[in-house]
């Protein structure tokens, strides 16, 4: 099942998107899971990183389609967006906040469907095993774990650092750790779960991580060296 979200004021035009996604189900046997929103705002309040598409209309009332996606890729870098206007330089904009596709009003099935078939073979071959979604107290992202740098903790509150910047959730680098079991995440120390992906150096008692020197606690070194030398194929 693919969970499909329109986001578009026009009762008419999302009256026809979701009967084209109708048809689109009947001729190739795919199963859709369609909600419908009339305005950003209703949407952004609910969204839980749980959509595999989202077609956005970008001329709605309350806030327009493109601050919708801002916002919508900042909790989810993965879900796949699609524009939806009459008005192609708008669309074309769209590709800022990493757009898949647009589709251009008045919409016709052929064109759709062939720019839907392409948007399900995406969903079809996405590593969602490798997803994490993160939940905030106000809202939830959704990341690729391979993206990560590594993660910190500082209380009872962790900072992801990704190579695109960084973002705060609550809970453990324990439970963390449980869930990326078998993807090279390890800890240096009791502050830090590092992604052995991006180690680029280990200096005494210092791991280079995606350009951070972060420190390695001597009851985790032996450990932490080891697999490091394991994941590298070599020494260190």
């Known amino acids: 099942m693919i969970n499909v979200i329109i986001l578009e004021d026009e009762k008419q035009a999302s009256d026809k998107l979701r009967s084209y996604l109708a048809r689109f189900s009947s001729e190739r046997g795919i199963v859709f899971n369609v909600t419908?929103?009339?305005?950003?705002?209703?949407?952004?309040?609910?969204?839980k990183a749980d959509a595999d598409i989202i077609f956005v209309d970008i001329q709605m009332p309350l806030m327009n389609g493109m601050d919708a996606a801002?916002?919508?890729?900042e909790r989810d870098e993965k879900v796949i967006l699609v524009f939806v206007t009459n008005l192609a330089q708008y669309a074309i904009k769209g590709y800022e906040v990493g757009a898949h596709d647009f589709v251009l009003k008045p919409v016709r099935y052929e064109a759709f469907a062939m720019k839907l078939e392409r948007l399900c073979h995406i969903v079809g071959h996405s590593d969602n095993d490798r997803t994490l979604v993160f939940a905030?107290?106000?809202?939830m992202r959704r990341v690729n774990a391979e993206e990560i740098l590594y993660m910190e903790v500082v209380?009872?509150?962790?900072?992801?650092?990704?190579?695109?910047g960084e973002f705060r959730v609550r809970g453990t680098l324990s439970s963390m750790r449980e869930k990326l079991e078998g993807r090279h995440f390890v800890m240096c120390n009791s502050c830090y779960l590092v992604n052995l992906a991006y180690v680029s150096g280990v200096d005494g008692d210092i791991v280079v991580v995606g350009g951070h020197r972060l420190r390695i606690s001597q009851p985790k070194r032996k450990a932490f060296l080891q697999e490091v030398a394991k994941y590298l194929g070599g020494s260190v």
Do not use: P, Q
């Open 70 to 73: 801002h916002l919508i890729r």
């Open 155 to 164: 209380n009872h509150d962790i900072t992801v650092h990704m190579a695109s």
């Open 136 to 139: 905030g107290k106000d809202k």
């Open 36 to 47: 419908v929103y009339d305005n950003a705002v209703s949407m952004l309040e609910v969204y």
